[in-house]
Structures are given as C-alpha cells and as structure tokens.
C-alpha cells in the first residue's frame, strides 16, 4: 500500500468540512485506512486524518507506541474512529506545543480540554467509546479537528509560541512531524 502525499497548511482542502461516512456502503475504506497507515507510520505520525490525503471523509487514526518525537508519551492503542464525536467531561484545558504532518518543522502551544469521551465507529460498523485525558485526548481532538477543517495554529492564541522546531526546542531529536 502506497505512502501517500500529505496536504500542507495552504490547500484549501484542509480547510473543508468532511463529510460522514456510510461503513456499510465505501468499498474504498479499507484502502484508505491502509494508506492513512502507511503515511502516518512512515512518517512518525501519532495520527491522522483522511482530509489531509486529500480524501474529505470523517475518517481518523492515531496510535502512539514509541514514538521519538514524543518519547514521554503515553501509549495510544491503534485506533480507526470513524465519524467520530467528542464530549468534554471537564471545563479543564491544558497547553501543550503541537505539531502536524501538514504543518512541517512547525511547533505551536495549544489549549485543549484535558479530560474528554469520543465515540465513534470502527471499519466494520462497530462502536468505539473511550474516556480520555491529557495526550491521548490532545490527540483525538487534534485529528478531529481536522475533520472540520481545522489546523492547530489556529488555535494557538500568542503567536509567540508558534515557531520551528527545530529553533523551539534545539536540543531534541529532529524527528518529523505529526
Ligand atoms: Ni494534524
């Protein structure tokens, strides 16, 4: 399966609102999940979303095992959430500094809600509901996002904290991105 382009922050396709998906009725879901896969895997992505191949359907992955360019992150099973939903359990928001594959050699500090619960379906239809908090939730809020054309800078408030990484940050591996 191939390793696809990644869209970068300037293509008016990542600003688009995707649409949701039938699971029953898109024979061309399971090749885009392997796609989504491979593009994320080969470049060190903890998810991504199907809008930034192009594709403008409300279709996510994440999953975080070790990952260089955020060794203190916890682990992340592999996961496909599709036409997801999120609920935030909390008022609590944290900043944490982002990255994304469509944004490269970029960093930005984000607020997002700390403690959340997504839903949504797997390939084969079945429900997928999760609490939860910090990374993890940073994670499916940032691949959501994307979903309604979303990008993280434009949600980091002081621009001050918006920079390259390898500037940001001098002493840590030069990994990609997001
Ligand atoms: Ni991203």
New binding site residues.
């Given amino acids: 399966m191939p390793v696809r382009e990644v869209l970068k922050m300037g293509d008016p396709r990542l600003l688009q609102t995707s649409v949701e998906v039938d699971v029953n009725s898109d024979p061309e879901l399971d090749t885009l999940i392997e796609d989504m896969f491979d593009t994320m895997k080969a470049l060190d992505?903890a998810?991504?979303?199907a809008p930034?191949i192009g594709v403008m359907k409300r279709v996510v992955i994440f999953e975080v095992e070790h990952n260089p360019r955020y060794p203190q992150a916890p682990a992340i099973p592999r996961t496909i959430l599709i036409n997801p939903e999120i609920e935030y359990l909390t008022g609590v928001k944290d900043a944490g500094w982002?990255?994304?594959?469509?944004?490269p050699g970029m960093r930005g500090l984000v607020e997002r809600y700390s403690v959340i619960r997504y839903r949504g379906i797997d390939s084969n239809g079945d429900l997928i509901e999760r609490e939860a908090q910090d990374f993890h939730a940073r994670v499916v809020q940032?691949?959501v996002?994307?979903l309604n054309g979303v990008?993280?800078p434009m949600r980091v408030r002081d621009m001050r904290n918006f920079g390259f990484e390898d500037t940001l940050f001098p002493s840590e591996s030069e990994d990609d991105?997001?």
């Fill in positions: 992505g998810g991504l979303a930034q982002e990255g994304c594959l469509s944004v940032h691949e996002d994307h990008l993280y991105d997001e």
